[in-house]
């Protein structure tokens, strides 16, 4: 009775243990923590008409979806840029607003909104860095009309945070 007893507690201990599953990316090593730069907005922005458009602070909205995409993702601790292994920069290139589908009457009908920027990744360890993006893109679609519709300002959400999500893939599983 006791061997039994004793081999279900070693059952239970063992399904307690769990096999050490994580979702850390074992490649990382010792690096456990990112310092996210204010963006940069070196933007000029226009439309599909060449009309200039102005977004105010988009860079703002981009740095602090990115941090709250890291947050998230929890990979990698965002900290001060003192105590960083790694300092990602970043700059806003380009916004576009480009039509998709026109109606019969040739109105647009749905849009691609498309923010472009350049990014950095330094890592402080080694005085290096680990890789750069010239031409790293979030965009959205959105429909001006019917039960798919959504404003322009909530399309630029979306692609903000499309944007963050990539920027997070991107410095965490592609090492």
Same mark, same amino acid.
């Not at 993702?73 to 990602?88: C, F, H, T, Y």
């Not at 019969?104 to 993006?133: C, F, G, H, P």
């Given at each position: 009775?006791?061997?039994?007893?004793?081999?279900?507690?070693?059952?239970?201990?063992?399904?307690?243990?769990?096999?050490?599953?994580? =979702?850390? *990316?074992?490649?990382?090593?010792?690096?456990? =923590?990112?310092?996210?730069?204010?963006?940069? +907005?070196?933007?000029?922005? =226009?439309?599909?008409?060449?009309? +200039?458009?102005?977004?105010?602070?988009? $860079?703002?909205?981009?740095?602090?979806?990115?941090?709250? #995409?890291?947050?998230?993702?929890?990979?990698?601790?965002?900290?001060?840029?003192?105590?960083?292994?790694?300092?990602?920069?970043?700059?806003?290139? *380009? !916004?576009?607003? @480009?039509?998709?589908?026109? =109606?019969?009457? $040739?109105?647009?009908? $749905?849009?691609?909104?498309?923010?472009?920027?350049?990014?950095?990744?330094? +890592?402080?360890?080694?005085?290096?860095?680990?890789?750069?993006? #010239?031409?790293?893109?979030?965009?959205? $679609? !959105?429909?001006? *009309?019917?039960?798919?519709?959504?404003?322009?300002?909530?399309?630029?959400? @979306?692609?903000?945070? @499309?944007?963050? #999500?990539?920027?997070?893939? #991107?410095?965490?599983?592609?090492?």
């Amino acid at each position: 009775m006791r061997k039994k007893i004793w081999l279900w507690g070693l059952v239970f201990c063992v399904i307690l243990s769990g096999c050490g599953y994580t =979702t850390r *990316s074992a490649s990382m090593g010792s690096l456990r =923590t990112i310092h996210i730069q204010d963006f940069k +907005n070196e933007i000029s922005y =226009t439309d599909e008409g060449g009309k +200039n458009i102005y977004i105010p602070l988009l $860079e703002l909205e981009v740095t602090n979806a990115v941090i709250d #995409r890291f947050l998230f993702d929890g990979n990698l601790k965002v900290v001060q840029k003192e105590q960083a292994d790694l300092i990602l920069s970043g700059k806003l290139l *380009s !916004y576009r607003r @480009d039509v998709l589908r026109y =109606t019969d009457d $040739e109105d647009a009908w $749905e849009y691609r909104i498309s923010i472009t920027v350049s990014l950095v990744l330094w +890592n402080t360890k080694k005085q290096e860095m680990e890789w750069s993006e #010239r031409s790293f893109v979030g965009d959205a $679609e !959105y429909f001006v *009309s019917g039960s798919l519709a959504k404003s322009e300002e909530a399309a630029i959400d @979306d692609a903000v945070l @499309d944007l963050a #999500r990539r920027i997070v893939e #991107r410095t965490v599983e592609n090492w």
